[in-house]
């Protein structure tokens, strides 16, 4: 078995294994040993919040490219294990690191060298042209497997809350096919109900208990930023044909790109058995089908890999989608050099 096939199998054990050990030193710190020795409970506890994420991190990198991470990545996951070290402290252990001004000082000069050196980087990242500067601005202050998704989550809030009447995006040289036609009732119901919900919870919770009115209202409030987000997206990420390949698209869900050399048919979608098929339109009944010239192995948690055959999408015009990618593959067999 190759290193990257090892990865793939222990990749989801490497980065939950400092979950369950920060969970037992957490429990350990409450107990009547932890509050009779609080200042050596609070350094043990920073110490395992550290290196239990700095160890992960090294061990995942070492295996997935065969080196160790940069200094920066290691400095980032201390930083963060420190910070959440100091979160987690029960009160009484919390006063007793508050006694030993060293350690603040440490903790301080670690997590303040690490934003220093980190918004340092990912300025310098934002000034460069890039598809993917967000993410690599955000690696600069995070560990690397949390970088993609708080990348995510800001491109979701941008998208929200500031980008409005925005032209769909279609990199030049690309043919774009649209599919939230018939999807935009049913979310802007969902959004509806969901302002109204929010409406009759706060004022029908706060009534008796406003603390829980608050908490409801602050979740209600996300779930709504993230519908309006998902809504959005769905106009704004068309499907795309690109000089490369296929560019399946559905709003912030998906985002594949398939080489025309990958693709042995295409067709409709009518009489689609469901095994052996992956749909990525998720919330409306797929009308495309492209086969694969290579079937792919997907990995599922906790349970066996699936075999995809053939991928699965919805777009508002399927004749007129299915025609351009004929078009494109009889190109491509066209420019194909012979063997």
Known sequence: MTSRALFSAVAPFLRL?????IAAASLAIRTPWAVAHAGLAALLFLWITADSLATGLILAERMRFGRPPAARVVLA??????????????????????DMPWVVAV????????????????WAVLRRPGVARLEAAVA???????????????????????????????????????????????????LA????????????????????ALVLFAVGDIGFIYLLGLTKSLRLHPVLLAPQGVRIRFGILTDRLIPYEAIAHVGTADGLERRGAENLSRLVAPNVTLTLVVPEARRRFLRSAL????????????????GAVRERLSGAECNRPYR
């Open 17 to 21: 294994a400092p979950l369950p050990i």
């Open 77 to 98: 996951a201390i930083a963060l294990g420190l910070v959440s070290g100091v979160l987690g402290l029960t009160p009484p252990l919390r006063s007793a690191l508050v």
């Open 107 to 122: 903790v301080a000069a670690l997590v303040g060298g690490h934003l220093l050196y980190g918004v340092a980087g990912a």
């Open 140 to 190: 600069c202050l995070v560990p690397p497997p949390l970088a993609q998704l708080v990348a995510k989550e800001l491109a979701l809030l941008h998208l929200a809350l500031f980008r409005w009447r925005s032209p769909p995006d279609v990199p030049p040289g690309c043919q774009a096919y649209s599919y939230h036609r018939d999807l935009m009732p049913l979310m802007g119901g969902l």
């Open 193 to 212: 109900a969901q302002v109204m919900e929010i409406v009759v919870v706060d004022v029908a919770l706060g009534i008796h208990h406003r603390t829980a």
């Open 307 to 322: 075999t995809v055959t053939t991928l699965a999408f919805a777009v508002d015009e399927p004749r007129e989608f299915i």
